[in-house]
């Protein structure tokens, strides 16, 4: 069965350094979202991604953040000088259509952040 | 706005027990539901989803929602829970947008 990938399943980094977080959708699939929970809370939507540009994204997801499909099966997140409350699992998702469309996000296992 | 509460962040039930988790839903129109569970250092699978028709729906390790819209609820039930049912499970609400609201879950423990 197809499933979403992501790597690394843990990154450690410093304060102030640029962390490159990668998925691999599904590869059909059409729509790509970011998600994070930090720890002990819920999950939360950061940003979704269609035809090559943010759809929607949320409060969080700001200036040191940004997304990327840079080939035809890749979906990073970026995030460009981290802070200690970006600690967090990220959670990357993908749909065939959007969530409006009667269609289902199939989640990848995340990336655990831990910045010191 | 969509919102999804959780009422009951922890959750203990015997093994062979019966077992019903809380969710309740704002939302103005009809709403996409679905139940997510996640174990410890896992990802998020997908157990059931809401969309339309039968408001009974059935989804993969002997789990069950019913969708009321009358009480904004869609509740998850499991006539005997498992020890290997023990892990978070999170009730979300999709439909306005593309993304999807998660609440904020519930631990379910098992005791032997």
């Known amino acids: 069965e197809p499933e979403v990938t992501q790597t690394p399943s843990h990154q450690v980094t410093q304060m102030g350094q640029e962390v490159i977080l990668r998925c691999v959708p599904i590869s059909n699939h059409l729509y790509f979202y970011w998600y994070r929970q930090i720890l002990g809370q819920k999950v939360e939507f950061l940003v979704s991604?269609?035809?090559?540009?943010?759809?929607?994204k949320s409060e969080i997801f700001d200036d040191q953040f940004s997304v990327e499909r840079p080939d035809g099966s890749n979906f990073t997140l970026k995030i460009r000088s981290t802070k200690l409350e970006d600690s967090a699992m990220y959670f990357c998702?993908?749909?065939?259509?959007?969530?409006?469309?009667?269609?289902?996000?199939?989640f990848g296992p995340g990336t655990r952040l831990t910045v010191l | 706005a969509q919102s999804v509460t959780q009422p009951d962040i922890h959750i203990t039930v015997s093994e062979g027990a019966s077992l019903e988790l809380r969710c309740n839903y704002s939302y103005g129109a009809t709403p996409y539901l679905f139940w997510y569970v996640q174990s410890p250092g896992q990802g998020l699978q997908l157990l059931l989803k809401?969309?339309?028709?039968?408001?009974l729906v059935q989804g993969i390790k002997g789990f069950e929602a019913e969708f009321k819209r009358s009480q904004s609820s869609f509740n998850l039930r499991k006539p005997s829970v498992h020890w290997s049912d023990a892990a978070e499970y999170f009730c979300a609400v999709g439909g306005e947008q593309d993304k999807i609201i998660f609440g904020k879950g519930t631990r379910l423990h098992i005791l032997p």
């Open positions: 991604f269609y035809n090559n540009e943010i759809s929607e």
């Open positions: 998702a993908s749909s065939l259509m959007g969530a409006r469309s009667y269609n289902e996000q199939f």
């Open positions: 809401y969309f339309s028709g039968d408001t």
